[in-house]
């Protein structure tokens, strides 16, 4: 019976005429790793494709609850830390006229920066997003809120650090 060749077997690569070309050497031979750091490797790697096959199997989607970033965000984010740091001197920043300082830069936001909240903002024909009709019983009532709460804790579970406690 004449030899089969067997598709799992490694093929030499035949070297090459040309020159030109850049030798590539694909040997098996030692690397820098040592046994032990080529075993961690190996480890980590396993374990990465596990969590990510975990993931999708259960539907997490890492930052599936994050807003994308608005070109306006972008930018601002380009301009470096002294915009920032010039929000928390005064409400400047706010363009509809009921902004207070808060005690973060990241909290120091205007509800006209909110491309989402422009949306629901513009169909009412209002200045600021407080005096959309829903805007009080939907994000100041203490019970929806504590509905919400809930439901949110029921659908997505403790947060990690909560969890240990």
Not at 96 to 113: F, K, L, Q
Request: glycine residues 4%; proline residues 6%.
């Amino acid at each position: 019976m004449a030899h089969e060749e067997n598709a799992s077997e490694p093929r030499p690569i035949e070297p090459s005429d040309d020159e030109d070309e850049p030798e590539n050497d694909l040997s098996c031979g030692s690397s820098s790793f040592g046994d032990e750091d080529e075993r961690n490797l190996t480890e980590n790697s396993d374990t990465d494709e596990i969590e990510e096959v975990v993931a999708a199997v259960a539907g997490i989607n890492p930052y599936q609850f994050e807003p994308y970033a608005s070109d306006s965000e972008t930018s601002e984010n380009e301009e470096g830390e002294n915009h920032q740091e010039n929000r928390l001197e005064d409400n400047s920043w706010c363009s509809c006229g009921n902004c207070e300082v808060m005690p973060t830069a990241r909290e120091c936001i205007c509800c006209n920066e909110v491309q989402r909240v422009l949306d629901v903002k513009n169909e009412e024909d209002i200045s600021c997003i407080t005096q959309h009709p829903g805007f009080s019983p939907v994000c100041l009532d203490v019970h929806v809120l504590g509905v919400a709460y809930f439901q949110y804790r029921q659908e997505y579970g403790e947060r990690p650090e909560q969890a240990n406690e």
